[in-house]
């Protein structure tokens, strides 16, 4: 199943030179999720040639501008192009406040179905699911309620192996049942033992998305052995009194915390404008935890 990521937006507050402010891409299984949506992320996905039209579920994590600017602006140019299919949004209930106010003074009648869905923040759970992923919010500690996001993978069926059923003359109307992990007896009485003609799926990945937070710890059960951790790191180790006072984290927290999560690989984002080269908090990252990436605007992470 494909599992990648692709950053859309790395900066923290304002947009800078040649950084957007937050926003992701997640493909599940050529199924797209937006992860935040801060201003100009229309013009990200039509300068990394992404298609709206392909998106049909957003999670926001909260209501600070910078993460849902962009979102008003890119459900009015879906209702534009003619989009008819429902749109599923997930984030703070008085989003849904937000978007019928900016509908009703724009006399805008949607096209198409727009399916809210408010997130709590308070405790994480199971907000999402289809046959693909689950998504469960992840909860931050933020100067407002706010959730980070868990894409789990769903569990594959196991594999046949193709050519060893059609030696033993296995018709493929069993495969499902293969497939299933079961033992089969044939009409006859000839005994299949599943193990002999199957093998185990790949085992399912994860990512996790923490937005914006305090590096306080309460967050990291939800984060146990991700296969890649996304993490805030607007500051380098130095302002952590500013990081703190904002309720931010900076790199050096984000490694430690990727460390004690034993996740696989870590990506930073959401930089403060004024880090114009962010080398430093590459290294200060890597320091603590060597399988750390910067997040990179149209660059593609495959999780």
Not at 27 to 33: D, L, Q, R, S
Not at 37 to 47: A, S, V
Not at 106 to 127: C, G, K, M, Q, W
Not at 216 to 243: I, K, P, Q, W
């Amino acid at each position: 199943m494909k599992f990648e990521l692709t950053i859309l937006g790395s900066s923290s507050a304002t947009p800078v030179f040649n950084r957007n402010p937050s926003a992701q891409l997640l493909n599940c299984n050529e199924k797209f999720y937006l992860i935040d949506c801060g201003e100009g992320t229309q013009q990200q996905l039509i300068k990394f040639g992404i298609k709206a039209s392909k998106i049909d579920t957003i999670f926001i994590s909260h209501l600070h501008g910078d993460h849902y600017f962009g979102l008003i602006g890119l459900i009015s140019t879906m209702h534009l192009n003619g989009r008819i299919k429902p749109l599923y949004v997930y984030g703070p209930a008085a989003l849904k406040d937000i978007l019928d106010i900016q509908f009703k003074y724009s006399d805008t009648v949607l096209r198409f179905e727009l399916v809210f869905n408010p997130v709590v923040a308070d405790e994480p759970r199971v907000i999402f699911q289809n046959q693909d992923v689950v998504v469960e919010t992840i909860i931050m500690n933020h100067r407002i309620p706010c959730t980070g996001f868990k894409f789990s993978e769903k569990k594959r069926l196991r594999k046949v192996i193709a050519d060893k059923l059609e030696q033993a003359g296995i018709a493929q109307e069993y495969y499902p049942l293969l497939k299933k992990g079961l033992d089969l007896t044939l009409p006859g009485g000839r005994f299949i033992k599943n193990s002999d003609y199957t093998v185990d799926s790949d085992a399912p990945k994860s990512y996790c998305y923490c937005s914006d937070t305090l590096a306080d710890g309460s967050y990291l059960e939800s984060l146990r052995n991700c296969t890649v951790l996304y993490h805030e790191a607007t500051f380098l180790h130095e302002l952590l009194e500013r990081a703190n006072t904002t309720h931010h984290s900076t790199a050096l927290q984000a490694a430690e915390i990727a460390g004690e999560v034993g996740a696989g690989r870590l990506i930073i984002g959401h930089f403060s404008s004024r880090y114009k080269v962010l080398l430093p908090l590459l290294e200060e990252a890597k320091g603590k935890f060597h399988s750390t990436e910067l997040a990179l605007e149209g660059h593609t992470y495959s999780i």
